[in-house]
């Protein structure tokens, strides 16, 4: 079983950075994907970036692309998601999720393993 826990959300100005910290337990996770989805009021979940287990290959979609980094500590069981130049359009509740394949993929039903989410609002 793989539990995970968010942490780092909060409240910035646009323009602004936030770093999210999640901490995952469990065995044999250097060979799980581990990635962030988010959550808007009224919007479908969306994957917003994605670290495999296998080469570090990394996924980003174009609304986060070159903005956001994603990182993994398999020392310490840790992944980040680095959020720079944040948008109004961020404010969303992330979820730091993994999944027991070396590789990532943008379906929501891909992870079996959530954490509980933590909220990122960008607003002046």
């Known amino acids: 079983q793989v539990q995970l826990v968010e942490s780092g959300g909060g409240l910035v100005q646009p323009g602004g950075s936030l770093r999210l910290s999640c901490a995952a337990s469990g065995s044999g996770l250097d060979t799980y994907a581990l990635g962030w989805f988010r959550q808007a009021p009224g919007r479908e979940r969306e994957g917003v970036s994605c670290?495999?287990?296998?080469?570090?290959?990394?996924y980003y979609p174009d609304s986060v692309k070159g903005r956001f980094i994603i990182l993994r500590n398999n020392a310490k069981n840790m992944v980040y998601l680095q959020m720079n130049n944040l948008k109004p359009e961020d404010t969303a509740v992330y979820y730091c999720?993994?999944?027991?394949?070396?590789?990532?993929?943008?379906?929501?039903?891909?992870?079996?393993?959530w954490g509980q989410g933590t909220q990122v609002t960008v607003s002046s």
């Open positions: 670290i495999s287990s296998s080469d570090g290959s990394l």
């Open positions: 999720v993994a999944r027991g394949h070396y590789s990532c993929t943008d379906y929501s039903e891909g992870y079996p393993y």
